[in-house]
């Protein structure tokens, strides 16, 4: 299968563009930033792409032939608690999708945060009940965890 991996130089995304080969992909690695040190840089079965996936042409491009997607891609802290963090990561989200629909990928995984529970960044923490599970409440009160949502 081809899969393609958004934020694929990102803490999670390197685990998972290495899981993926072990498994027998071939994995399309997609981030705004090129890295030469990533353990899989140099595979044959790994493509890099360059691209900004708030456009959302460069989305559409970046997933052309690819079966699945793994939505990895955003800004990963709430760096000014205003905009750009929940924007951005709702305008990549709203174009993996929306290019995933428009070209027929049906498989889509996309990740979320624990900060929906309002975790890490929160002002103030709540968690109701552990372990958490998929029922815990979400509330969260930080532009990162809503735009985990």
Same mark, same amino acid.
């Given at each position: 299968?081809?899969?393609?991996?958004?934020?694929?130089?990102?803490? %999670?995304?390197? +685990?998972?563009?290495?899981?993926?080969? @072990?498994?027998?992909?071939?994995?399309?690695?997609?981030?705004?930033?090129? #890295?030469?040190?990533?353990?899989?840089?140099?595979? *044959?079965? &790994?493509? &890099?792409?360059? !691209?900004?996936?708030?456009? &959302?042409?460069?989305?559409?491009?970046?997933? $052309?032939?690819?079966?699945? =997607?793994?939505? /990895?891609?955003?800004?990963?802290? *709430? =760096?000014?608690? #205003?905009?750009?963090?929940?924007?951005?990561? %709702?305008?990549?989200?709203?174009?993996? /999708? @929306?290019?995933?629909?428009?070209?027929?990928?049906? @498989? %889509?995984?996309? !990740?979320?945060?624990?900060?929906?529970?309002?975790? %890490?960044?929160?002002?103030? +923490?709540?968690?109701?009940?552990? *372990? =958490?599970? $998929? /029922?815990? +409440?979400?509330? *969260?009160?930080?532009?990162?965890? /809503?735009?985990?949502?």
């Amino acid at each position: 299968m081809k899969i393609a991996v958004t934020g694929c130089n990102g803490l %999670v995304g390197q +685990p998972v563009v290495l899981r993926a080969l @072990r498994t027998g992909h071939t994995v399309v690695g997609i981030d705004k930033a090129a #890295k030469e040190d990533t353990q899989f840089r140099h595979d *044959p079965r &790994f493509t &890099f792409v360059l !691209a900004d996936l708030t456009s &959302f042409e460069e989305a559409l491009k970046a997933f $052309e032939g690819c079966d699945a =997607i793994v939505q /990895l891609a955003g800004v990963n802290q *709430p =760096i000014d608690y #205003k905009v750009n963090t929940h924007n951005c990561n %709702v305008v990549i989200s709203w174009n993996v /999708l @929306r290019a995933a629909a428009e070209l027929g990928v049906e @498989r %889509v995984a996309q !990740a979320s945060s624990v900060n929906v529970l309002r975790g %890490v960044f929160s002002v103030q +923490p709540q968690f109701d009940y552990f *372990p =958490i599970d $998929e /029922l815990h +409440p979400t509330l *969260p009160d930080e532009p990162y965890g /809503l735009s985990k949502l």
